[in-house]
């Protein structure tokens, strides 16, 4: 059974499917998020992560990289204190950690999507192996869920999900 068959309709998974998934993102912002968000949905369901996602914006304050880079010993507690999102250290260490990456990929290549574009097209185990070397906590499920959910990777909706084609009305990276 495919995503496209569950998620319509439903009042968590519905919009999720027909607004985000598989769109193209650019914004580093956004990009850190879904990253985050696929990080913390490692061993749990997505609809957890979704009843949860404006906590997460709120604690990680808008998933601004600069922010969160900067978290230190008191923010990371708060965290693991904060009952609205996953307490679990190893991701609140990972999307800290991460949010320093991102800042250099910044330097290095001016933005997040930049340097993902710089390495397009790849097999997906040498995707995993970048974002492996890059970053905490990217197992092949999270890089897999991150680029297809992202826009860099087919595989999002069947063919024949009417959201398929509005995403291809946008030309996706995957598609060039």
């Known amino acids: 059974m ?3 068959d569950v998620a319509p309709g439903d009042t968590l998974h519905g919009p999720y499917h027909d607004r985000e ?5 650019r914004k580093d912002a956004e990009l850190f998020e879904r990253l985050a968000l696929e990080i913390n949905q490692a061993g749990l369901s997505w609809a957890t992560i979704l009843k949860k996602r404006a906590n997460f914006r709120a604690a990680f304050e808008g998933f601004d990289p600069e ?15 904060d009952a609205g999102i996953i307490r679990n250290r190893l991701k609140v260490e990972a999307v800290v ?3 320093g990456v991102l800042l250099a990929l910044r330097k290095s290549h001016g933005s997040f999507a930049r340097w993902i574009d710089a390495h397009h097209p790849l097999p997906k185990d040498q995707w995993v192996k970048l974002f492996r070397a890059t970053f905490r906590f990217t197992g092949g499920e999270i890089v897999n869920e991150f680029l297809v959910s992202t826009g860099w990777l087919p595989g999002a909706h069947r063919p024949s999900c009417p959201v398929a084609a509005r995403i291809a009305r946008r030309r996706p990276p995957w598609m060039r």
Request: aromatic share 16%; net charge positive; proline share 4%.
């Open 2 to 4: 495919s995503y496209c």
């Open 21 to 25: 998934y598989g769109f193209p993102l």
């Open 67 to 81: 922010v969160v880079a900067r978290y230190g010993a008191r923010e990371k507690k708060r965290l693991l204190a």
């Open 97 to 99: 950690h991460n949010a």
